[in-house]
C-alpha cells in the first residue's frame, strides 16, 4: 500500500535516483580502460570481451527472471535491492581478484544482477502512471543513461586508481538500491505482468506492428552500446590520452541522453511513439557517420558533435517496449518484451566486438560509421509503423 503522501512524481524521483545508482557497474571497466590494459596486458579482443560479457550476462538474467516469474512473486522494490547488491558484490569483487579471467566472470555476473534492476524499476514505475507515461519512460531511460556514465563521473580526475573508482561504483550501486528498498511504495496500478511463454513466440513474430517495433529496436541497439562502451577510448584519442579530460568528455556525451530521453519522451505523448524514435534514429545515425572523421579536430568541435549524439543515441529507447506493449495481445506482453529485449542485446555483442577492430584498420571514421546502418534501418520500421496501415490492429493467427 501506498502512503497518504505518496505522488506518482515523488516516486518517479525515487526510482529515478535508485537507477542512476544502482545501474552505475554497468561500463565500470570501460572508466577504467587504459589502466586494465596496462596492468593486464590485455588486447582489443578482451577489452571488448569486458563489455560483451555484461551484455550476455544481462540477457541469461533476463530470462532466467521472465521464465520463473520473478516479477510477479516478489515486490519490485525488492527485486531491485537484491539485483544492485548482487550487482555491487560482483563488480567489487573484480578488484579483490584482479585477473582478466575472474572479471570476466565476475562482469558477466554483475550483467545477470542489473536484470533484476532496471526492468525492476520499469515495472514499479508502470504502477504510478497510467496517463503521462511516456514522459516517464523517458526519465526513467535518462536515469539509466546517467547511471551508465557515472563511472566516469567518479574517474573525473583522470588519474583516480582503477580500484578506487569500481570500489566507488560498487558502494554508489549498493545506494541506489538502498533508496529503493527504503522510500518506495506500491503503485494504485499493480497489475500482473504476463509471464514468458516460448510456445507464445510464433504467434507474437506473426503480428506486424511487434515485427517492426523489433526491427527499429535492432537498429538502436546496434548503435548504442558500442557507442556509449568505445567514446572512452575515443575519447583518451582526441585529448591525446586518458585524463579528466576524456574522463570528462565521456561522461558528458553520454550523460546528455537523459535529456534527449526526457524530450522523447513529451514527443510521444503529444505525437506518437514511432514518429519520438523515427526523429532521434534519423538524427544518431547522421552524428554516426560525422563524428568519428572529427577526432582530429580541436576538442571543441568534437565535443558538440559527440553531444548531439549523446543527445540522441538513446532517446528513442523507451519507445520501442512501449510500442510492443500497445501491439500485441495483453497475455503475450511478457513473451513479446522478453524476446525483443534478448535478441537486441544479442545483436549489441556484434558491434562492441567489431568497433575496435575496424579502428584498428581504417581509423575512427570508418568504425563509427559501421553503427550507422542501424539507425536506417530503425528509420524505415519507424515510418512503417507512421504509415495508416499501421494502425489496424493484427492479431496471431
Known amino acids: 500500500m501506498s502512503s497518504p503522501g505518496s505522488t506518482p512524481n515523488r516516486q518517479l524521483a525515487v ?13 565500470s571497466t570501460s572508466a577504467v580502460l587504459p589502466q586494465l590494459v596496462e596492468r593486464w596486458s590485455i588486447s582489443s ?8 560479457t555484461v551484455q ?12 520463473a516469474g520473478l516479477a510477479e512473486r516478489y515486490p519490485p522494490r525488492l527485486l531491485l535491492f537484491g539485483g544492485a547488491l548482487s550487482a555491487a558484490t560482483a563488480n567489487a569483487l573484480v578488484v579483490v581478484f584482479d585477473s582478466l579471467s575472474s572479471a570476466l566472470m565476475l562482469r558477466s555476473l554483475t550483467g545477470a544482477a542489473l536484470a533484476f534492476v532496471y526492468p525492476a524499476a520499469m515495472k514499479a514505475m508502470s504502477a504510478w502512471f497510467t496517463r503521462g507515461r511516456g514522459l516517464a519512460l523517458g526519465v526513467m531511460v535518462g536515469a539509466l543513461t546517467i547511471g551508465s556514465a557515472m563511472p566516469h563521473a567518479v574517474n573525473l580526475s583522470g ?3 582503477w580500484r578506487f573508482v569500481l570500489l566507488g561504483v560498487s558502494a ?11 522510500f518506495a511504495e506500491a503503485g494504485p496500478h499493480v497489475a500482473a505482468s504476463a509471464p514468458f511463454d516460448p510456445g507464445r513466440v510464433a504467434s507474437v513474430v506473426r503480428i ?4 517492426l517495433a523489433t526491427v527499429g529496436y535492432f ?58 524514435a523515427r526523429r532521434a534514429l534519423a538524427v544518431s545515425g547522421a552524428m554516426a557517420v560525422v563524428v568519428g572523421f572529427l577526432v582530429d579536430a580541436p576538442w571543441p568541435i568534437v565535443l558538440i558533435a559527440a553531444l548531439v549524439w549523446g543527445y540522441a543515441v538513446v532517446a528513442d529507447s523507451a519507445q520501442f517496449s512501449t ?20 535478441s537486441g542485446f544479442v545483436l549489441s555483442v556484434a558491434t562492441i566486438f567489431l568497433v575496435p577492430i575496424i579502428r584498428d584498420a581504417a581509423g575512427w571514421g570508418v568504425a563509427m560509421m559501421m553503427l550507422a546502418p542501424g539507425p536506417a534501418v530503425g528509420v524505415w520500421a519507424m515510418r512503417s509503423l507512421e504509415h495508416p496501415r499501421s494502425l489496424r490492429g493484427q492479431t496471431p493467427t
Request: with cysteine.
Open 15 to 27: 526510482l529515478a535516483v535508485g537507477v542512476v545508482l544502482a545501474m552505475s557497474p554497468w561500463f
Open 45 to 52: 579482443f578482451e577489452s571488448s570481451m569486458l563489455v560483451i
Open 56 to 67: 550476455l550476462g544481462f540477457v541469461a538474467g533476463a530470462v532466467v527472471s521472465a521464465l
Open 159 to 161: 588519474g583516480l586508481d
Open 172 to 182: 554508489m550501486t549498493i545506494g541506489g538500491g538502498s533508496v529503493v528498498l527504503g
Open 208 to 211: 506486424r506492428e511487434f515485427r
Open 219 to 276: 537498429g538502436h541497439m546496434w548503435e548504442l552500446y558500442a557507442m556509449w562502451a568505445w567514446i572512452p577510448v575515443f575519447a583518451a584519442d582526441v585529448f591525446g590520452g586518458a585524463g579528466a579530460g576524456a574522463s570528462a568528455f565521456a561522461f558528458s556525451v553520454i550523460a546528455i541522453g537523459a535529456a534527449g530521453s526526457v524530450h522523447a519522451g513529451l514527443v510521444s505523448d503529444r505525437v506518437s511513439r514511432a514518429t519520438a
Open 323 to 342: 510500442l510492443v506493449t500497445e501491439a500485441v495481445p495483453s497475455d503475450c506482453v511478457g513473451t513479446a518484451l522478453t524476446l525483443q529485449l534478448a
